[in-house]
C-alpha cells in the first residue's frame, strides 16, 4: 500500500470517531461484538409455579367457651351451672304471672327451674303439673319464704322443707325436687346440710337484676344482658307480687339468650 493511501485512510479514520463525540475508551466498549458482552442469566420458572412467598397467616381458631367450675354462694351453695350453659331460675310462685312466663319459655324452647313456695302450690297445681310436663326443673323455696330460716332450729327448718315437698308431691306425684334455694339467699350450714340430708342441693346466682324491686324494664334488661356469662345462674321471680317488667323484659332477655347461650334448668 502506498504510503499517502495509508495515511489518508488515517486521518478518515480519526475524523470519524473525533465527530462522533464519544471518547476513544467508550467508543471501544459501545463497539464491542455483541458476542463479547457479558451476558446476565435469569431463572425462567415455569408460568405455573408461582414464585415462592410466605404463606398467608390464617384466622386464630376460636376457642371454646371457658367453663368455670361451680363456684360457691354462702355456705357452699352453687353459684354457677359448673359448664358453659345457663340456667334461668323463677323464685316465689306458683303465681298469678307464672302462665305468661311458662308460655313465653315455651316460645322459645326453653327450659328453667322454678323455685316453689310451698303455701302457694294448692291453689296454682295446674301450673305446677304444667312445669311438671313440660320438662322444667322444680327447687324447694320453704313453705312460708321465712326470711330468717337460717336462725330456726333444725327441726324447723326441716319441717318447712319437708312440707313443701308434701304439697308438690300431692299435686305431681313422685316429681323429683333436686334443689333447694333458701328464701332471700340467706344460707347458712345448717340450711345447706339439712337440705343435704333430703337429697337436695343448694342453689345461689351469679346474676339477680332484683327485678322484685320493680327497677324499670330498661334496668332489668341491661343487668341481665350485662352480666350473664358462660355459666351463670341467673335469678329472676314469677311470683311476689306485680311482675309486669319482669314480663316484659323477658321479652328481649329469651331470645338474646337462645342466640348466646346453651340453656340448661340447672346442673347435671
Not at 91 to 116: E, S
Not at 158 to 172: F, G, K, S
Request: aromatic fraction near 6%; charge should be positive; charged fraction near 15%.
Amino acid at each position: 500500500m502506498a504510503r499517502r493511501e495509508w495515511v489518508l485512510g488515517l486521518a478518515v479514520l480519526v475524523l470519524m470517531l473525533g465527530g462522533s463525540g464519544v471518547p476513544p475508551a467508550q467508543a471501544e466498549v459501545l463497539h464491542r461484538p455483541s458476542a463479547a458482552r457479558p451476558v446476565a442469566v435469569r431463572a425462567n420458572p415455569s408460568p405455573s409455579v408461582p414464585p415462592s412467598r410466605s404463606p398467608p397467616p390464617t384466622a386464630p381458631l376460636p376457642l371454646p367457651l371457658p367453663i368455670p367450675d361451680h363456684g360457691t354462694g354462702p355456705a357452699g351453695s352453687l353459684r354457677t351451672t359448673g359448664s358453659s350453659a345457663v340456667a334461668l331460675t323463677f323464685d316465689d310462685g306458683p303465681w298469678a304471672y307464672t302462665p305468661g312466663v311458662l308460655d313465653l319459655l315455651a316460645q322459645y324452647h326453653i327450659k328453667a327451674t322454678f323455685c316453689l313456695i310451698g303455701r302457694q302450690v294448692a291453689a296454682h297445681a295446674d301450673l305446677v303439673r304444667r312445669m311438671v310436663a313440660e320438662g322444667h326443673t322444680l327447687c324447694n323455696h320453704t313453705w312460708s319464704h321465712d326470711l330468717l330460716l337460717r336462725t330456726r332450729s333444725p327441726d324447723r327448718i326441716r319441717a318447712e322443707l319437708q312440707r313443701t315437698a308434701d304439697a308438690i308431691h300431692a299435686v305431681v306425684p313422685g316429681a323429683p325436687i333436686r334443689y333447694f334455694r333458701n328464701p332471700g339467699g340467706n344460707f347458712s350450714a345448717q340450711t345447706v346440710a339439712i337440705a343435704a340430708s333430703m337429697g337436695m342441693t343448694s342453689i345461689y346466682w351469679n346474676v339477680d337484676p332484683q327485678d322484685w324491686t320493680r327497677p324499670g324494664v330498661g334496668a332489668i334488661i341491661g343487668n341481665v344482658l350485662s352480666r350473664t356469662g358462660p355459666g351463670a345462674i341467673v335469678l329472676m321471680h314469677d311470683g311476689g307480687g306485680d311482675r309486669s317488667q319482669t314480663m316484659t323484659a323477658l321479652r328481649t332477655i329469651l331470645p338474646a339468650f337462645v342466640r348466646r347461650f346453651t340453656l340448661i334448668p340447672l346442673p347435671d
